[in-house]
């Protein structure tokens, strides 16, 4: 960090210093200028000097303190004040200056030096009051513990301030963290310098003959504890290569094993949680256990992905095959040789209480502790969470599946200690799994043919399709919500010819019972395969649904192994979920006689279109749901658009019949989002029931009156022109412009559009979406005579 990027506080600290150690560096070169030379101060710094190159050589080395500190201390016990300070500025100087590569930052070189000579102004100070410049072994005990303590507390809160300061941090934590573990070394340091000291009772030179090995021992002691350290750290290293070695191979087989994403991350922390509850404290069995959880499917890696991955329950042979895992898994971690039994472990988690387990029909206690635990964690897993061939299940019944298999297939003393504690683990378990690294490759699985080219073997131009969806896409947005859905699937089926190629197309739909039941086919067998019923999470569409993913180019006899029909003839399938709110509605599923070779492109259009579908499906179900008092707009007191729906023929037909006239009328609020944005819900509510009642007062009791969306109403007039519906549209205008005149929830913008049978439609959809037009019309453009659509201006 360069000076300027310092904070201002720390700038200010590090001038502070400097200026306080001006004087005492005068006053301590003044003093050694006006006393009697004395050159032993000399050589206990030359000896200090010495130890410098330890910071410089071994990196490792480079600590707080040092037998040059102690040194240095020594100095002052023996030699006093003026010798101290020079001796620890030429010693941080020199420090200072080779420490710094490649580029030496001056501020650091000032802080560093008038730091340390304050700090050895002032404990050399308290020193010689203490003692008054005794070397008496017994007179300096005390003294030297007060000067070691002083030493390490004052240089220890100059750093830690600077140092927090410019990291940002709190100066009490980053001293408690960072210095505090430093207070031995002090210690030691301090014990040193008075040992040279306590030589001086003997003669003058034994402290000066002593301090070199003094110092070759602490340095030889150092350089062990350096080495030691190094070990430990290089330990570490391996422990943590093996580990991340073991979880990449874990991710491998999560990488084959696609649809157990997060399973095995979920069995390491049941795993580990139930082995602790046992009281395992041994360090290589906990070892065993956790890479026995992470590795325990490592034998899947052997196993065919059409076996892994199959919507559906395996057959007695697919089984068998899959079997093999266990034993293929221990003779895998065989060749890895670790120190602690995995590999048998793996081998053993499928066994059974009973023995009737594989691949070695092991029972009881014969089966290893470790090998039962994994046993509970593993099946835990795939009884909650979900499979090819099944759904997840809620945490108190995958319990009582595991409570009821406890003596038979699970240790029951096991089986026991993990329900006491379910609640614990799984939220452990939870976290784990989402913290599992989310590899890119997996948005891209699906079973696709990788060489297949990206254009469509149709040869439909690109901007043809757009064409086709921008016009299914209007269909379903606004015509189809007046119709029943189930009329809506041959129109869309038929418009969906045009975009993709298939000989049959069954629109599944979820039934709410883990089923999904054929809603509408057309095509190929379509008789046969209308009333077709699926388990959820078994065949293609099954397994769509229960994953939520599409799968494309599967045999689609996968769909009809129930099916009475023969269906073999189909050897393509593309199958895409229909989703809505986070629920599955059902699939639409394409199946081809001929190989279609179904690409991205089609993939990408047929999901489009179960976006298109999926709102109609759900508003579908919640009007079965719906209670016969639903009907009813709770908002404006006035009829649902489904009643409309129900009517709708009748009115059509009675109009037919007779010969009579028809009339519809469309009123939208074009700036209720702004009323209920500004005045609030109620205010527009309020609005839409004060509408509701002009409308009201203008019709007939032979007319219909619904609500049409949120900001719309729609009347049918049975037996009226167009002439008297405009009219009426007029009168509309009138009735809400005196309704609304200074009325406080903020002024209303309507526009009204007419159409009329036959002219404009022989259908109420067709009429509607004829007034819809008549609304957006630009009125300015149309002769009054003719004008069908009334606009309500901003009031004023």
Sequence with gaps: MNWAELPTKLKAYILFLALAALPVLARAVWELGTTPFEPRWLILTGFALITVPFFLLFPSFNVAITVGDAYIMAIAMMYGVAPCVVATLLYTLIISLLSQKPRIYLYRVVFNTTSTVCVAWIYSTIYRALTDGSTSTTDIIIPAAVLGATFFLINSTLTSIAIAWSLGKGIIRFWATTCMPLAIEYSISTVLAA?????????????????PFIGIAWGWIKLNKIRVMEAEKHLKEQEDLYLRTVESLALAVDAKDQTTYGHIRR???????????????????????????LLHDIGKLAIDDYILNKPGRLSKVEFEKMKVHAAAGDEILQQVCFPFPVAKYVRYHHERWDGLGYPDGLKGEEIPLGARILAIADAFDAIRYSRPYKMSVETGEALEILKNQAGTVFDPRLVQLFTDNIGELEQEAARESGNAPQLSFRRYFETIDQNVPAELPSGIPQAEISSELISLSEFCASVCRCLEFRDVFPVMVSRLKALVPFSSCVIYLATGENRLAAGYASGVQAEFIQNHVIAMGAGISGWAAAHRRPMMNTRPALDFQTADAG?????????????????????????????????RQHLDIMRMVADFVAPLLSESKRSEQAKPEDVIDRVTGVHRISYLTAVAPQLISSAAENRLPLSLIHLEVTNLSRIVRVYGTDSGNLSLRKIAECIKRELRETDVLVRYGYHGFVAVLPGVRDEQANRCAQRLKQQIDSEFSGAGQGHIHCRIGVSGYPKDGTTIPALLQSARRHLQSDSTKVPISDRRIVEFSHRT
């Excluded at 040992?195 to 301090?211: K, R, V, Y």
């Excluded at 003839?569 to 059902?586: C, K």
């Design 267 to 293: 069995v390491k922390v049941y795993s580990m949680g139930l082995a602790r509850l046992c009281g395992i404290k041994d360090q290589n069995e906990l070892r065993a256990i956790e890479t026995g959880s």
């Design 567 to 599: 269906l073999d003839q189909l050897s393509d399938a593309l199958v895409v979920p229909i989703i809505h709110a986070g629920e599955t509605l059902g699939t639409i599923s394409l199946y081809a006689e001929q190989p279609q070779s179904y690409d």
């Design 195 to 211: 040992f040279i000291t306590g030589l001086h009772e003997w003669g003058d030179f034994f402290p000066l003959a002593a301090a």
